[in-house]
Structures are given as structure tokens and as C-alpha cells.
């Protein structure tokens, strides 16, 4: 009887997953798009995950250090959150991605977090970091993206020369 009990609470979670609103439309279709294409000359996407702390102290890195606010300045930032199934446009490669958060998250090949992906206003990506940075080096990090840096050499040489390593 247990195992009856469990498998109509499975199938009724199951066929309860995408709710529906009045209209029909699942609910995910009412949410807005999130558009992270940037206007600015360059962007940095971060993916995230719920229970990455290193997410959350990345978080707090760009609320509080002055430093990092000003590196941000000229570049725009977009968050996206690996469990989120909400609908995100993009354009990556020149093309035009209409799809969910998680889904752009594995496009990417973004499956460690926090994941860093710099890139321009046409969609090329630039540099990857998969985890976290402390904020005086991920200020090297946007310096080397923002002044075109890595069009002559390698970050790691960058970070060594500007003594951010």
C-alpha cells in the first residue's frame, strides 16, 4: 500500500511541475526575459548557484569594495542562477540564444560556480573563470579585458605583471 501511496504522490508532483496560469501559458512564459546582451563595450556574466558560498561572498565582493565598483563601471554585469529554468536572450558567437537560464548555463559549459565569462558587445567571448576571485585580483582581471590587453597577451602573464597574481 506504501509503495501505491508513494507512486500517485510522484505522479501528482510530477504533473504539477510547470503550472498554468488563466491564460494556459505556462507560468515560465509569463515571466520577462532577461536580456543580458551587453550596450556597453564589454560584459561579464557570472552563473551562479543557491548554495555556492563562494557565489554569495563573490555577491558581497561587489556590494562593498570600492575598487571592484569602479572596475564595473564601464562594463556591464549580468547574473544568471544554474537552477533557474526562467527565460534568458543572449547573444553568444553573434547568435541570437533565446532560451533558460540553466540551459544557457550548460551552453556555456558553465558547471562550476562561480563561473566568470567576459565578453563583448557582439557576443565573443573573451576570458572563462570558472570560481571565485578575490577582488583585488578580479580587478586585474577587468583592467586586462577593459584596456584590450588580452588581444597581446595571456591573463596570467597580465596578473604577473601587474603584480595581481
Do not use: H
Not at 505522479?11 to 515560465?28: A, F, H, N, P, Y
Amino acid at each position: 500500500m506504501k509503495i501505491w501511496a508513494f507512486l500517485l504522490a510522484l505522479i501528482l508532483l510530477s504533473c504539477g511541475s510547470q503550472e498554468r496560469s488563466e491564460t494556459g501559458k505556462s507560468v515560465s512564459e509569463n515571466v520577462p526575459k532577461k536580456v543580458i546582451i551587453p550596450k556597453k563595450d564589454y560584459a561579464l556574466l557570472i552563473v551562479e548557484s543557491k548554495s555556492c558560498i563562494y557565489c554569495k561572498q563573490l555577491n558581497k565582493d561587489i556590494e562593498t569594495e570600492k575598487a571592484l565598483q569602479e572596475a564595473l563601471k564601464d562594463i556591464d554585469l549580468f547574473r544568471i542562477l544554474y537552477e533557474s529554468y526562467a527565460p534568458v536572450k543572449a547573444n553568444f558567437g553573434g547568435k541570437i540564444i533565446e532560451t533558460s537560464e540553466n540551459e544557457l548555463a550548460r551552453i556555456l559549459n558553465a558547471l562550476s560556480f562561480p563561473y566568470l565569462i567576459f565578453y563583448d558587445r557582439e557576443g565573443n567571448i573573451i576570458l572563462r573563470i570558472p570560481g571565485y576571485l578575490y577582488p583585488n585580483q578580479l580587478v586585474c582581471v577587468i583592467d586586462f579585458v577593459k584596456t584590450g590587453a588580452y588581444k597581446n597577451e595571456s591573463v596570467t602573464s597580465y596578473l604577473k605583471r601587474k603584480n595581481c597574481a
